[in-house]
């Protein structure tokens, strides 16, 4: 007995060779692709922005009286009030920290938490805007750094600009903090 | 088996009672004392950094004045309202010593021109308990030639603070 046959079938593996190449190329040349621009968006999202980000959503409100400081000029006048210990909790990727600024001050600030190592900068995070009267005690981990970090003790800074409130322009001023950094898994 | 748990059950219980009576000194006569020791320690507050910086506008005219003399311009920087607008104060309310740096970074699109603070550091003693903050303070001078003449309200450069632990 004859099995009837289509003559005009496409061979199968005319239909899965090209398949099989389109997956092959994406795997060798987009998504590694994707992977790098994913990894350059979390490195632009750790600088500090020349116009005022939107607020941070990590810090809190704080009860505070002072009264503003005595400034003459135009100029800026900040109050800063913070630990230079810092914790980093790799598995929770989350960086503890204590860090704020007073009501007294009349500029909103930015802090980037820096790791220095072998004269080299990582910055771990980076805040969004911390306005007068906020307190800031938990940052999100850079996701690109989290996966190389190692446990230890490190030395690092805190990196802390500021901005107008009216205008959001960044000050001309910045301010260096030597920081200690722990880092656990 | 019923008689197993009890006994068990009571001995548990007088086994508790008889470390209760153990850790106690008991009063035993009629108007007996009994004393025991209020011990403290002294918990050091952490280091608490608080800094209050403050600055003028940071803003500066790039002069040009022309000397018949000698038939050339000569350029000078100046402060639009020196001795107010250039200065830089530090005051320390921390619970620690500071010591206070400042470094002029130029900046990238306009080069060539210097920023000079009259003092490059200075340590801030942590203040007296009940006392002011202790302060200093430093006048950024600009020196050099700009890379564009042309300036308007134009960057030209940024100063870091930096504070350390003294």
Redesign the interface.
Same mark, same amino acid.
């Given at each position: 007995m004859n099995i009837p046959t289509n003559k005009n079938a496409i061979p199968m593996y005319l239909i899965f060779t090209p398949i099989l190449l389109v997956i092959i190329l994406m795997s060798v040349f987009v998504l590694p692709n994707m992977q790098h621009q994913e990894n350059d968006i979390s490195r632009l999202d750790m600088l500090t922005p020349e116009k005022a980000p939107q607020q941070e959503l990590n810090a809190s409100r704080v009860e505070d009286t002072t009264d503003t400081i005595d400034s003459n000029t135009e100029g800026g006048a900040v109050s800063l009030v913070y630990s230079d210990k810092v914790s980093i909790d790799i598995s929770d990727k989350r960086v503890s920290l204590y860090f704020m600024n007073p009501a007294r001050s009349n500029q909103d600030m930015v802090i980037q938490v820096i790791i220095q190592r072998n004269e080299n900068e990582y910055i771990t995070a980076r805040s969004d805007l911390i306005p007068p009267g906020f307190l800031l005690q938990k940052l999100k981990l850079n996701s690109v750094l989290s996966e190389y970090l190692q446990e230890g003790i490190y030395s690092g800074i805190f990196n802390v600009v500021y901005y107008d409130p009216d205008t959001g322009k960044k000050a001309s001023v910045n301010t260096n903090i030597p920081i200690e950094i722990s880092v656990t898994k | 088996m019923k008689k197993i748990l009890s006994f068990i059950l009571v001995m548990t219980l007088i086994f508790s009672l008889s470390l209760t009576v153990n850790a106690a000194n008991p009063i035993t006569t009629d108007g007996g004392t009994d004393t025991a020791d209020v011990t403290a320690t002294y918990i050091e507050s952490?280091?608490?950094?608080?800094?209050?910086?403050?600055?003028?506008?940071?803003t500066y005219n790039f002069v040009e004045t022309w000397l018949p003399d000698i038939r050339a311009n000569s350029y000078d920087w100046i402060a639009t309202?020196p001795g107010?607008?250039d %200065?830089?104060t530090v005051s320390n309310s921390s619970n620690v010593r500071i010591n206070v740096s400042f470094a002029y970074t130029q900046d990238t699109t306009t080069t060539g021109v210097i920023g000079l603070p009259s003092v490059t550091s200075f340590v801030l003693n942590q203040p007296e308990e009940g006392g002011t903050a202790t302060s200093n303070f430093t006048f950024l001078k600009l020196s050099g030639t700009p890379s564009w003449f042309l300036l308007s309200h134009t %960057?030209v450069?940024?100063?870091?603070?930096?504070?350390? %632990?003294s």
């Open positions: - | 952490p280091d608490i950094f608080a800094v209050d910086i403050t600055w003028g506008t940071l309202e107010v607008t %200065k830089i %960057k450069g940024s100063i870091t603070v930096t504070i350390t %632990k």
